[in-house]
T-cell receptor
Framework: NAGVTQTPKFQVLKTGQSMTLQCAQD?????MYWYRQDPGMGLRLIYY???????DKGEVPNGYNVSRLNKREFSLRLESAAPSQTSVYFC??????????????FGPGTRLLVL | GENVGLHLPTLSVQEGDNSIINCAYS??????FIWYKQESGKGPQFIID?????DKRQGQRVTVLLNKTVKHLSLQIAATQPGDSAVYFC???????????FGRGTSLIVHP
């Protein structure tokens, strides 16, 4: 049971390049999330997927797209990377949404640098 | 929008001391609160949570206190150990969609 896995661990992009961050969970969770964490800041929600087949915007969705490929996988795409998107990206999953006590489990993060 | 914030960005303690990490929240509609621990290079890890109908909850070496009157949350760690060194985040959520909003975090440094 690996929990939440993310690939890649590190990535350097040039401005304007595109890339997809991958996330997978093996806990049979319904809900998945993408956050970004900037230095000295808490996590900010980019997008989330309450269940397979649905996605919704979070606090900072601009410049990103997501795909809930299946119940296990939730990818985050940067179509045209900008230096402001330099950050650490965390994927998380939880058994469900709108139920308190449903703890989120986080992946190890992807460190992205946009030059 | 309303924010979840922390009073102290860094807290240094000696091994064996008790640590208290504080958090202020301003969204009076929040009814569920969570504390996370984030070690260097890792994702956040759930520590303990509390609902708004409680004012205290205890776990293993940790206690969370909630004061709704002044919108204040605290995390107490008993007999702090070097392995407790990490950044601690409080987060709040409200009914209907329990997606937490995170505060900035407090860095806890435990000196042996």
């Amino acid at each position: 049971n690996a929990g939440v896995t993310q690939t890649p661990k590190f990535q350097v992009l040039k401005t304007g390049q595109s890339m997809t961050l991958q996330c997978a969970q093996d806990m049979n969770h319904n809900s998945m999330y993408w956050y970004r964490q900037d230095p000295g800041m808490g996590l900010r929600l980019i997008y989330y997927s309450a269940s397979e087949g649905t996605t919704d915007k979070g606090e900072v969705p601009n410049g990103y797209n997501v795909s809930r490929l299946n119940k296990r996988e939730f990818s985050l795409r940067l179509e045209s990377a900008a230096p402001s998107q330099t950050s650490v990206y965390f994927c998380a999953s939880s058994p469900g949404l709108a139920v308190d006590g449903e703890t989120q489990y986080f992946g190890p993060g992807t460190r992205l640098l946009v030059l | 929008g309303e924010n979840v914030g922390l009073h102290l960005p860094t807290l240094s303690v000696q091994e064996g001391d008790n640590s208290i990490i504080n958090c202020a929240y301003s969204n009076s509609a929040s009814d569920y609160f969570i504390w996370y621990k984030q070690e260097s290079g890792k994702g956040p890890q759930f520590i303990i949570d509390i609902r708004s109908n409680m004012d205290k909850r205890q776990g293993q070496r940790v206690t969370v206190l909630l004061n709704k009157t002044v919108k204040h949350l605290s995390l107490q760690i008993a007999a702090t150990q070097p392995g407790d060194s990490a950044v601690y985040f409080c987060a709040e959520a409200s009914g209907g969609s329990y997606i937490p909003t995170f505060g900035r975090g407090t860095s806890l440094i435990v000196h042996p």
